[in-house]
Each structure stands twice: as structure tokens, then as C-alpha cells.
């Protein structure tokens, strides 16, 4: 991992992702972007926007200078800030591209349904597009050793996915020695053990320097049952893949990933379907 890209809003749970990413750089001796989408907020003909776009950047890049000092404050790190006009995902996406980022970062608000909704209508617009994994990290979470990973699935990979698919996930478990368990969540008994007789094999060998433990749990409400092994098993990181090519499997990626987004109380980790390197150029939205 050489270079994360920060998405930040300039909010406490933006600035809290900063502090998470700084820390994880660091591990990794790697580059940070500092990155911010100038959104101008949509406001009634009656009333004149309080900045203009040029102001609003003038002030991003301020800000953005601001955050990096924060962040370096005592223990340097190359960061590098970015900012510039348009849609906050769409931004993002492009920012990857150009930086050749090897993750995202970004933080959740944990107060406020309407900021939720909001934020997370941005951050499932990037689970749609991600060339790259995607880290959520939950506001007022701080970054603390990665000791043990949950990886959720539904169904091992195809046999011709691409083998660099878990390298993010590979990584991290390697740099801090994490234990990783392999999650499945069954509905009722007969799944569960339909699922430990059906290991996911491919996933297992894509992470097999980690040594991976195998656990099938029951539950119908699988955000519930995995939440519930997050605590029972003091997981660290959650990471979801987006395997859905059966209708099952799009539900499952779908659902269970809106909802973790907003429930997980630790940092989750979102990985694309594709390598960045299979990832030719970001289509128009």
C-alpha cells in the first residue's frame, strides 16, 4: 500500500477519518492525499449564496492546509492536498485515478439522520464505482492495531477472479499480524451447515499467509449476526465483498452493505469487484 486518499469534508468525523489515515500511513510508510469536493449547496431563488465556487475553493484549500498541519504536527508524513469542484463521489473517483491511490478513506457522521442519509448517499454512490477498497471509518473511532479482521461472503469468488482481488485486505493482515476470520451467516441450521461444508475455497487461498479461521453463524438478520461477532470476537475491521453475481448475492452485497455502513461501530472495509489495474477509466455518471 503506497498511497491513500483521504475524502474529507472538513466535518469531525472527516477530520477523525484524517487521524485514522495518518496512523495507517505511517504502518505502511505510505503517501497521504488530502482530498475535498467542492460542493455548492443548492439554495432558494430568494436568498444569494454566501461564497461563490472560487471562494468556496479558496477556502477548501485553506482548510485542507489547515488539516495537514494537524496532521503532521510533530511526526511528519507526505501529504498531498487536493481539492476541486463537482459532485462528492464523482470527485473522488477521479482523484483516485489521478493520484493512483491504493485505498479510500472516509469517515461516517454517528449523529443526525439527515447528515447520515445524506453522507451515505455519497459513500454508496462510491461502492457502485470503487476502482479501489473503500474504508469507512465510523466517527470518534480511533486508529488502534488491527489485530483481528471479520471478512463477511456470501460465496467464494469465481475460479477467474482476479487473484489480486483481497491484496488491501492481504496487507493489512500481514502488517499487523491480524487473526482473519472468514464470516458467513446462515439463516437457519440447515444453511449453516450447508455453508461449513462449503468453504470458500479461492478466498482461502488469496489470504492463506494469514492463515484464515473458517466460522459459519446462524442468524436471519445477518447486519445483527455480524455485529454480534464483531463483539463476541472483538473484531477490528469488518471487510464486505461485493461478489453478487445471483440474485442472492446482489441482495446480499446490496442490503447488508447499506446497512453496515451505518450500523457498524467499527471501521468497514468495502472491496470492488476489480483489481484498479483491471479498471480501464471511470465511466460518466
Given at each position: ?15 477523525n477519518?484524517?487521524?485514522y ?19 455548492q ?18 477556502r ?9 498541519q494537524?496532521?503532521?504536527?510533530g ?28 485505498i ?7 449523529t443526525?439522520?439527515?447528515?447520515r442519509?445524506?453522507?451515505?448517499s ?10 479501489v477498497p ?6 470518534g ?7 483481528t ?14 487473484p ?17 476470520y472468514l464470516v458467513?451467516?446462515?439463516e437457519?441450521?440447515?444453511r449453516e451447515?450447508?455453508?461449513v ?10 489470504v492463506r ?16 449476526a ?13 471487510a464486505l465483498?461485493p461478489?453478487q453475481?445471483t ?6 452485497y ?5 446497512s ?5 461501530q ?20
Open positions: 500500500m503506497k498511497t491513500i486518499l483521504v475524502a474529507t469534508d472538513f466535518s469531525d468525523a472527516g477530520h477519518a484524517s487521524l489515515a495518518a496512523d495507517l500511513a505511517r504502518a505502511f510508510n505510505a503517501r497521504v492525499v488530502l482530498f475535498n469536493a467542492i460542493e449547496a443548492p439554495v432558494p431563488v430568494s436568498e444569494v449564496p454566501v461564497l461563490t465556487l472560487q471562494e468556496m475553493g479558496i477548501a484549500e485553506q482548510q485542507l492546509k489547515d488539516e495537514k494537524l496532521l503532521t504536527t511526526n511528519w508524513l507526505p501529504i498531498e492536498t487536493v481539492s476541486r469542484p463537482g459532485t462528492a463521489a464523482q470527485s473522488i473517483l477521479q482523484a483516485v485515478k489521478e493520484a493512483n491511490a491504493d479510500i478513506i472516509a469517515g461516517m457522521k454517528n443526525g439522520t439527515a447528515i442519509r445524506f453522507f451515505g455519497t459513500v454508496t454512490a462510491l461502492v457502485n464505482k470503487l476502482p473503500l474504508l469507512i471509518v465510523p466517527e473511532i480511533p486508529f488502534i492495531k488491527i489485530s479482521i471479520a471478512l463477511a461472503n456470501e460465496s467464494d469468488v469465481d475460479p477467474d477472479s482476479d489480486r482481488l483481497l491484496d488491501a485486505l492481504r496487507e493489512i493482515g500481514e502488517r499487523f499480524h491480524s487473526k482473519l458467513r451467516v446462515a437457519n441450521q440447515l451447515a450447508y455453508g461444508l462449503n468453504r470458500p475455497l479461492k478466498i482461502n487461498k488469496m499467509t494469514l492463515d484464515p479461521v473458517y466460522e459459519c453463524i446462524e442468524g436471519k438478520n445477518i447486519p445483527e455480524l455485529n454480534n461477532f464483531i463483539e463476541a470476537y472483538n473484531i477490528n475491521l469488518l465483498l461478489h453475481h440474485l442472492l448475492e446482489r441482495w446480499f446490496s442490503s447488508v452493505t447499506r453496515m455502513i451505518f450500523k457498524s467499527i471501521p468497514l472495509l468495502i472491496i470492488p469487484e476489480q483489481h484498479k489495474s483491471s479498471v480501464i477509466d471511470c465511466e460518466p455518471w
